[in-house]
């Protein structure tokens, strides 16, 4: 068939992308009020390096890895649109010798753009769950080494349809046929498996469990929730790639579940300790929108708020569960992502309508345990994988070039070691002057932290 | 001369700012402090981990006198700084040997 170009479906694809990429500085934000003051800089770079980092490889192979050719359902091919070339002009989406039936008409590489914003803030997430201690040059090495071996496949696995780029696309989006709208599976299960494998590669921060780290500002907590609520709506409803009902449905289901989810875990909270807490609303907020993004296509509006109740409940629940394990997931990538990804995900097994966009029919609405079965294959092929792959990508750097901070800096604070910087000057009375002599040293090195050895 | 110090909380600060002045004192310092006497912290809780913050908020007041004045000043943070309830805090006083005014190196009592 012809495809032509819609400049009003062009128009909201490419805001969309400006929204998603607002997602990433929203996440530093909500992630860097999250931990202790001397460590708030380094947090916030890592999503800012990931931006740098994810966005050139994008360019380069990353779009061809994610959306070349198919090699077995695994993986583009990284040569086809190597510097994004064949893509320039006008070159519409679909594949060039189209059969198929409906693609939008978006140019190429507008939808380009959108997908490399996904791939952006799926790395930075995974930060969340090493907070204080890593090394910022590991980091960006494996920001760099995570995208390429496990971003860029899953992606392709999900995100690749039949036509869409290539004639042929990922597994899991043509052959499984599972639904993920925006990136449960891709996004939020992948991070969430990646940070679980991190946290324990690196292991506890120092004094875990036993001192009090306390978010140091939780105002930019809330900041950083508004706005990576904002900006979702370009994650979820920009994924129609188009602008129509279906983007009005996955809008009105990213309000409905992600303010059903954030009562949910206020509630959850003043049951069990007696208070609702500013982070609990910024926290529901954020796992009622990680479960709507696979499934806002496929439930309706009541379907959504049921969802993100349920979302809300269980990852205000198991954000504990770090303390029975040991493990020290620092801001909750595997309470949040992971498992408000696998609500999502495997909630469409259940609550998919067949009156809603997808057409699916879940458990509850008589379509079986058909799509309940594809749902969960899908979600937990991408959790094994990414699991696995990122503990030995993980494992490698560690013991090669090193991943873990020292100890005597990591208590000292990763800001002065790592950035030389310190996140607030409040008191205006540290001393300071222009300019260095022989007597002291721009940062304290790793080996003779200042004040370490008080 | 006595430098009376008290820890107090911070939200009845302005009232014994008020009453100081209007007893005649000229000057004080003001600080914010942290600790715990027999009141102890509270807790707080994050995403249901809860954490025992032991250092609370307080202010410190420092005001230098005379000696004649000392007994009255305490009494009269005694009264505006009192809550009745725990953690009103501590008053103390400390004998000063000397005290000078820096812009015009007065000494002692005229310094105040």
Same mark, same amino acid.
């Given at each position: 068939m012809e495809i032509?170009?819609?400049?009003?479906?062009?128009?909201?694809?490419?805001?969309?992308?400006?929204?998603?990429?607002? +997602?990433?500085?929203?996440?530093?934000?909500?992630?860097?009020?999250?931990?202790?003051?001397?460590?708030?800089?380094? +947090?916030m770079m890592m999503s800012f390096g990931a931006l740098g980092v994810v966005s050139i490889l994008w360019v380069l192979y990353g779009f061809s890895m994610t959306f070349g050719s198919s090699k077995g359902g695994l993986v583009g091919d990284p040569t086809e649109y190597f510097g994004l070339s064949g893509l320039f002009g006008d070159r519409l989406l679909g594949y060039l010798d189209d059969t198929v039936e409906t693609v939008p008409g978006i140019p190429a590489l507008v939808f380009v753009a959108f997908q490399a914003v996904f791939a952006i803030i799926t790395v930075a997430l995974i930060s969340g769950a090493i907070a204080d201690r890593a090394k910022f040059s590991t980091w960006l090495v494996f920001a760099g080494i995570w995208a390429t071996v496990v971003y860029f496949p899953v992606a392709h696995w999900v995100f690749s349809f039949d036509g869409y780029v290539s004639e042929a696309g990922g597994w899991i989006a043509n052959t499984l046929g599972a639904i993920d709208f925006a990136g449960g599976t891709a996004v939020h299960i992948n991070a969430g498996a990646a940070g679980l494998a991190l946290a324990l590669v690196l292991g506890k921060r120092v004094g875990f469990g036993r001192e009090a780290m306390r978010p140091h500002n939780l105002p930019l907590v809330m900041l950083g929730a508004g706005l990576l609520w904002f900006g979702w709506?370009?994650?979820?409803?920009?994924?129609?790639?188009?602008?129509?009902?279906?983007?009005?449905?996955?809008?009105?289901?990213?309000?409905?579940? !992600?303010?059903?989810?954030?009562?949910a875990w206020l509630i959850v909270e003043k049951v069990r300790?007696?208070?609702?807490?500013?982070?609990?609303?910024?926290?529901?907020?954020?796992?009622?929108?990680?479960?709507?993004?696979?499934?806002?296509?496929?439930v309706t509006p009541l379907g959504a708020l049921a969802l993100g109740a349920v979302a809300g409940a269980l990852c205000a629940l198991a954000v504990g569960l770090k303390f029975r394990f040991g493990y020290d997931d620092s801001l909750d990538v595997v309470g949040v992502h992971l498992v408000?990804?696998?609500?999502? !995900?495997?909630?469409?097994?259940?609550l998919a309508d067949p009156g809603a966009a997808a057409g699916a029919e879940g458990l509850l609405f008589g379509g079986g345990v058909d799509l309940l079965v594809k749902q969960t294959v899908g979600a937990l092929a991408v959790l094994a994988f990414s699991f696995v792959a990122t503990s030995v990508i993980g494992l490698a750097l560690e013991k090669t070039i090193g991943?873990?901070?020292?100890?005597?800096?990591?208590?000292?604070?990763?800001?002065?070691?790592?950035?030389?910087?310190?996140?607030?000057?409040?008191?205006?009375?540290?001393?300071?002057r222009f300019g260095s002599s022989g007597a002291v040293t721009t940062a304290p090195s790793a080996k003779t932290p200042e004040g370490a050895s008080a | 001369m006595k430098l009376v110090t008290a820890i107090i909380k911070p939200h009845q600060l302005d009232q014994v700012k008020e009453a100081l002045e209007a007893y005649g004192i000229s000057g004080m310092t003001v600080s914010?402090?942290?600790?715990?006497?027999?009141?102890?912290?509270?807790?707080?809780?994050?995403?249901?981990?809860?954490?025992?913050?032991?250092?609370?908020?307080?202010?410190?007041?420092?005001?230098?006198?005379?000696? $004649?004045?000392?007994?009255? =000043?305490?009494?009269?943070?005694?009264?505006?700084?009192?809550?009745?309830?725990?953690?009103?805090?501590? $008053?103390?006083? =400390?004998?000063?040997?000397?005290?000078?005014?820096?812009?015009?190196g007065e000494h002692g009592v005229e310094a105040l």
């Open positions: 032509a170009l819609d400049s009003g479906d062009t128009a909201w694809v490419l805001i969309s992308a400006a929204l998603v990429l607002l +997602m990433t500085p929203g996440l530093a934000l909500f992630y860097g009020g999250m931990v202790r003051s001397k460590s708030v800089l380094n +947090m709506f370009g994650f979820n409803a920009g994924s129609a790639l188009a602008a129509n009902g279906l983007a009005g449905l996955t809008f009105v289901n990213t309000l409905g579940a !992600t303010a059903a989810a954030s009562l300790d007696g208070h609702g807490t500013s982070l609990g609303a910024a926290s529901g907020v954020v796992a009622g929108l990680v479960a709507i993004t696979p499934s806002c296509s496929a408000g990804g696998l609500v999502g !995900t495997i909630g469409i097994g259940f991943f873990r901070l020292e100890k005597e800096a990591e208590m000292a604070g990763i800001d002065l070691q790592e950035h030389a910087e310190s996140g607030y000057d409040i008191s205006g009375v540290s001393g300071g | 914010e402090a942290s600790g715990y006497g027999r009141q102890r912290g509270h807790s707080e809780v994050y995403r249901g981990a809860e954490y025992t913050v032991d250092f609370v908020p307080k202010v410190r007041v420092e005001v230098l006198v005379d000696d $004649i004045d000392a007994g009255s =000043v305490v009494d009269v943070i005694l009264k505006t700084a009192q809550t009745g309830r725990i953690g009103d805090g501590k $008053i103390w006083t =400390v004998p000063v040997e000397d005290v000078v005014r820096v812009r015009t």
